[in-house]
């Protein structure tokens, strides 16, 4: 399946027009059912499909261990992807309340952050490590080389080692490919650094919450909210990490 597509655009400045090629980032509905209900409509990037819907479900607590998926089938419909996933789970009893978040809807159980146990992790990182990360996981998207269209999220350990990176036109979506390929696989989440591109809002904090990754760094800004929620969850958020110096705005202790 494409995953850029090429297009006709115009070069445009004060003195001058020419028409050219330029390589857009393609964007595709992803449909996902889970035994026989359609859940949700994601709009993302078509690459790591599974684990983006599997990694979707985990966060919004559809499903809760790897154990619960029996089996996925992907199939192209021709105007939309649908995703189905066949998992040992009620979904009946499921109680949603919606949300309007900044990636739009969501929906998420009442008691979700109440349930989510604080972070009380010893693990420790250097700051020199963590601005290294970012250079090497900078150059890590080749769809960005290409479109400048995508976000970028990847596990990491201590070391600065890549372990899983990801990438979609959401910044949600992106997460949830690592989150749902790390579970998978059976990757360990926990003393790990989740490296992401995009701003740091609620949502993000929440979703890596629930695995123990203790550190989050991104190029861009975390939310207000975002911080109460990482205070609370004993995170370490890292923001404006570029180049040679960063913000660290919860949990410095674990920053060396």
Known sequence: MEVTKEVEATYATPRERAARTEQVICEVPLMIVVNGKEVATLHCTPTSLEYLAVGFLLSEGVLTRREDVKQTIVADKGSHIRIDVVANVEMETLVRH???????????????????????????????????????????SCLYSKTRGN??????????????????????????????????????????????????????????????????????????????????????????????????????????
């Open 98 to 140: 919606r949300l309007i978040g900044s990636a739009g809807v969501s929906f998420y159980q009442r008691t979700g952050e109440e349930a989510v146990p604080r972070a009380n992790s010893q693990f420790q990182v250097s700051i020199s490590k963590v601005l290294s990360l970012m250079r090497h996981f900078q150059t890590k």
């Open 151 to 256: 976000h970028s999220c990847a596990l990491c350990n201590a070391d600065g080692t890549i372990i899983v990176f990801a990438e979609d036109i959401g910044r949600h979506n992106a997460v949830d490919k690592v989150i749902g390929e790390c579970v998978l696989r059976g990757v360990s989440l926990e003393d790990k650094i989740l490296a992401t591109s995009g701003r740091i809002s609620a949502e993000i904090v929440n979703k890596i919450a629930k695995w123990k990754i203790p550190v989050i760094t991104s190029f861009g800004a975390p939310t207000s909210l975002a911080l109460d929620l990482a205070r609370n969850f004993g995170l370490t958020v890292i923001g404006f990490a570029q180049e040679h110096q960063a913000v660290i705005y919860t949990n410095a202790e674990r920053v060396a």
